[in-house]
């Protein structure tokens, strides 16, 4: 969909991770969808669409949003969901359709999408990285996302988490 940046990033479900003695975290499931080279392998061809998930806790895509902050200070990305001791299903619900939300700016500004901290955050360290070339040139498109997702409701109807 993001033809300007050649990534698609979506939070479409979460995993509940039992741990012992009622211990356990939740893990988002990241869908990333790319055209992008340093995400495809050498069988991989040019125009190769890759698609592959990413699962994150909590914490991380917290400290992933702290290093995006701190030097993209002009993004305007949704503020991050709270952060509380026990969570319950409305939490994660919520976390989830934010943390989808997040990533969608994330991968409509060209800035964000060829960042570092998004390479090292999805696990892809391509040294080539900042010298790759931008299709359609760049462009921030930063406030229409930050627009465009404060209009959308912080939780949908329907928006039922999967159980695996």
């Not at 989830?96 to 060209?110: E, P, Q, T």
């Amino acid at each position: 969909q993001n033809v300007h940046t050649g990534l698609d990033l979506t939070v479409p479900q979460h995993q509940e991770v039992r741990g012992r003695m009622m211990s356990g975290h939740v893990e988002y499931q990241i869908l990333v969808v790319t055209r992008l080279a340093a995400f495809k392998s050498a069988k991989h061809k040019p125009d190769d669409v890759v698609q592959f998930l990413v699962s994150k806790k909590y914490s991380e895509i917290e400290e992933f949003y702290q290093k995006l902050s701190s030097r993209y200070a002009t993004a305007s990305l949704p503020p991050l969901p709270r952060k509380v001791l026990f969570v319950g299903e409305s939490d994660i619900r919520e976390r989830r359709a934010v943390f989808n939300d997040i990533l969608r700016c994330v991968s409509k500004d060209a800035e964000l999408a060829g960042s570092p901290e998004l390479l090292e955050f999805l696990g892809t360290r391509g040294a080539n990285w900042a010298s790759l070339p931008w299709p359609g040139g760049g462009g921030s498109t930063t406030a229409l996302c930050s627009q465009e997702v404060s209009a959308r409701p912080l939780r949908e109807v329907g928006d039922q988490p999967s159980r695996d």
